[in-house]
């Protein structure tokens, strides 16, 4: 009479107890790593490039990041006097890289002699667009300025305000002698959305 081996002693039984302790353990994993949260920092409104960023314009919000948590910006390193390299838009995160020690940029304030586009607001890409001013009138309009982001709008009010809303520009510091002169000579300027703008 032939005897039966014992269940467990068939080494397929122990790697299958192996495999389900291996499954088991990757499931865990994966959700002890989900409930894993660090605190970053998020914009409470809109920060525009050049702008320097202080406690007040961010809240701290709890989010699991995995493997890019190093990626974004903690309370730990907001440094006194940092500046917004880019936009940031309300509610975004905000990358580590998007704030720096300097700018190369600073802002002006233009009027525009066309209405400004309802959907042109804090933190939206614009181009300046200059028709210089001659004795007949205005020679065609051309790009001034190609690449600008609004800092803020000041829109007047009233039938008599037509055309007198005056528009705040953060623009490359190369590009203020040129915006500035444009200014002087009387030219008509204009803020245009670019393609990208919602």
Do not use: C, N
């Amino acid at each position: 009479m032939i005897r039966k081996r014992a269940f467990w002693s068939d080494a397929r039984f122990f790697v299958g107890i192996a495999l389900i302790v291996v499954s088991v353990a990757g499931v865990w994993g994966v959700v002890a790593a989900s409930r894993h949260t660090v605190p970053v920092l998020a914009a409470s409104a809109t920060i525009v490039p050049g702008q320097t960023v202080t406690a007040s314009d961010l809240h701290v919000v709890d989010v699991g990041l995995g493997q890019v948590e190093g990626l974004y910006l903690t309370p730990e390193q907001l440094d006194e006097g940092v500046v917004a390299q880019r936009t940031i838009g309300e509610g975004e995160l905000v990358p580590a890289d998007a704030v720096g020690s300097s700018a190369s940029v600073t802002t002006v304030v233009v009027r525009s002699a066309a209405e400004v586009p309802g959907a042109v607001d804090t933190g939206t890409a614009v181009e300046l667009w200059e028709a210089p001013a001659t004795e007949e009138g205005f020679d065609p309009p051309r790009v001034l300025v190609a690449d600008a982001t609004v800092a803020a709008i000041v829109r007047a009010d009233g039938v008599m305000a037509a055309g007198q809303t005056s528009v705040e520009l953060v623009v490359e510091r190369a590009d203020v002698g040129a915006v500035l002169a444009a200014v002087a000579a009387g030219s008509a300027l204009s803020v245009v959305p670019t393609g990208g703008a919602g």
